[in-house]
């Protein structure tokens, strides 16, 4: 007796294994995890933020804001500092090492993509866009 996969759920396989890899890889690759990238790329663009609105922007909770910043605080990517009129507030800027350290990890970020879609033409790439889209809106509206 053979065992066979819905069309369906090979299809949720594939995207569970690549939710899974591209993380991975794209660490092992550019020396940064994607969610670091992300709250890196956002302090560039700020001069200061306190650490509660980094967190609504990037939209993760407050364990994972804590213990990212204190990560790249701790590589000197960013700084920390209480909010002289508030002390309850945690204001976070991006360090000057942090701002020289960016620009390669977009470059890396930028030869990852190019690989992961090496020989996938615009039109395949315009249709995965359309329907990851999709698949997001249908995700949405599924009931708990």
Do not use: W
Not at 6 to 13: M, N
Not at 71 to 79: D, F, T, Y
Not at 82 to 103: A, C, F, H, M, Y
Not at 116 to 138: P, Y
Request: hydrophobic share 35%; charged share 30%.
């Amino acid at each position: 007796m053979t065992t066979r996969c819905s069309q369906e759920g090979e299809i949720l396989y594939q995207l569970h294994y690549l939710s899974k890899v591209i993380g991975l890889k794209f660490e092992e690759c550019t020396g940064i995890s994607q969610s670091r990238l992300e709250l890196l790329t956002l302090l560039y663009q700020v001069d200061e933020i306190s650490q509660s609105d980094l967190q609504k922007k990037v939209n993760i909770d407050g364990a994972a804001i804590t213990r990212h910043v204190k990560q790249l605080e701790n590589k000197g990517m960013v700084s920390r500092r209480r909010k002289p009129e508030d002390n309850r507030i945690t204001l976070v800027k991006l360090s000057n090492q942090g701002r020289e350290r960016i620009e390669s990890y977009k470059k890396e970020k930028e030869r990852f993509m190019e690989e992961m879609l090496v020989n996938i033409s615009t039109e395949e790439r315009n249709v995965l866009l359309h329907l990851l889209s999709q698949m997001k809106k249908n995700i949405e509206n599924i009931k708990a």
